[in-house]
């Protein structure tokens, strides 16, 4: 603590006046000299402090060429459930086209489970459709005599083709209903969603 700071409030203005100012702050304040003017009290950056190099912050992104276009913001999902007993259902139900059938008649309360019964089970209802027809052309195709052989194996590997496919779609909308997801089976999976 200064001198200034132990006297009491009466006896500040007898010590302004020992050190010969008004009010006793004209004595501390330093001010640049005359000569120097605004050019003393200015320093100027050095290039160099501490070891690094001053570069002049960048106050603007730099433009995109002319003619590309912006990125779009990546799309975020649409949640259905956040309920984890409502997301299993909804994996059940995606899991096999049967369970999606008796969810699309024994459970009416929630919109997620009732979506994904309807999508799997017109997923069941377009598999087992085209399973029939290319079984039954199949079977057409081989009684051709010498290269019916060749159309019937071309049709069964169709077969497989469409096995795989339901395979990857239904293990896409189980990922999609653990997540509580909205999700829509491409091409046939906007029709269905009128029985929703």
Same mark, same amino acid.
């Given at each position: 603590?200064?001198?200034?700071? =132990?006297?009491?409030?009466?006896?500040?203005?007898?010590?302004?006046?020992?050190?010969?100012?008004?009010?006793?702050?004209?004595? %501390?304040?330093?001010?640049?000299?005359?000569?120097?003017?605004?050019?003393?009290?200015?320093?100027?950056?050095?290039?160099?402090?501490?070891?690094?190099? /001053? =570069?002049?912050?960048?106050?603007?992104?730099? /433009?995109?060429?002319?003619?590309?276009?912006?990125?779009?913001?990546?799309?975020?999902?649409?949640?259905?459930?956040?309920?984890?007993?409502?997301? &299993?259902?909804?994996? &059940?139900?995606?899991?096999?086209?049967?369970?999606?059938?008796?969810?699309c008649f024994?459970?009416?309360?929630?919109?997620?489970?009732?979506? %994904?019964?309807?999508?799997?089970?017109?997923?069941?209802?377009?598999?087992?459709?085209?399973?029939?027809?290319?079984?039954?052309?199949?079977?057409?195709l081989s009684?051709?005599? &010498?290269?019916?052989?060749?159309?019937?194996?071309?049709?069964?590997?169709?077969?497989?083709?469409?096995?795989?496919?339901?395979?990857?779609?239904?293990?896409?909308?189980?990922?999609?209903? /653990?997540?509580?997801?909205? %999700?829509?089976?491409?091409?046939?999976?906007?029709?269905?969603?009128?029985?929703?």
């Amino acid at each position: 603590m200064n001198k200034w700071e =132990e006297q009491p409030d009466g006896e500040r203005a007898e010590y302004a006046q020992e050190l010969g100012t008004q009010d006793g702050y004209d004595d %501390y304040v330093q001010e640049p000299d005359a000569q120097d003017g605004y050019d003393a009290c200015v320093q100027e950056p050095d290039d160099e402090v501490d070891g690094a190099v /001053y =570069e002049q912050p960048v106050y603007e992104e730099p /433009y995109a060429p002319f003619g590309e276009p912006e990125p779009e913001p990546a799309r975020r999902p649409v949640i259905l459930s956040t309920n984890m007993t409502v997301n &299993l259902t909804c994996t &059940l139900a995606s899991m096999l086209g049967v369970f999606g059938l008796f969810l699309c008649f024994a459970d009416k309360r929630s919109h997620a489970v009732r979506r %994904y019964a309807v999508q799997s089970t017109g997923l069941m209802a377009l598999f087992l459709f085209a399973s029939l027809l290319l079984w039954l052309l199949a079977a057409v195709l081989s009684w051709i005599p &010498l290269l019916g052989w060749i159309f019937a194996a071309a049709v069964n590997a169709a077969r497989v083709a469409a096995v795989c496919a339901d395979i990857v779609l239904r293990v896409q909308m189980m990922l999609h209903a /653990y997540r509580g997801e909205a %999700y829509v089976l491409p091409v046939w999976g906007e029709r269905l969603r009128a029985f929703e």
